[in-house]
């Protein structure tokens, strides 16, 4: 069963690598509210790391760059515990992120604050 578990999960994450790689998306928080989200610009973040251009990457959304380093560990450790037959990477990310929960929501509203005041530091 965990390794269902964990190829479903693998299969979801490289998936979704694949799609942000592949297809445009829009916002729809941005498109209903007319303001950014936290997660505003990961697309076009994520693209920038896939040409090597982090600073664009960094402009586009400031957590891009970490969420791709710990999606690209993620599918390894995913890979690992698959052929391992273990299931204890999932267990150890909820463990964390219950710990550490305050954190990554200070995350959440510095990328919130940096989408939405970016537009002020454009240059005409």
Do not use: E
Request: aromatic share 16%; net charge positive; proline share 2%.
């Amino acid at each position: 069963m965990n390794r269902l578990k964990n190829g479903l999960i693998l299969i979801i994450l490289i998936s979704f690598l694949c799609f942000v790689a592949i297809m445009p998306v829009t916002c729809i928080f941005k498109t209903v509210t007319g303001i950014c989200c936290p997660a505003c610009g990961m697309t076009r973040a994520f693209l920038a790391i896939f040409h090597l251009d982090f600073l664009s990457s960094i402009w586009h959304n400031i957590l891009g760059i970490p969420l791709f380093i710990f999606l690209i560990y993620s599918i390894a450790m995913l890979v690992k515990d698959f052929i391992k037959n273990r299931f204890d990477y999932i267990t150890n990310v909820l463990n964390f992120l219950t710990k550490h929960y305050i954190l990554i929501l200070i995350l959440l509203c510095i990328s919130f604050l940096f989408n939405n005041l970016k537009q002020f530091f454009l240059v005409a």
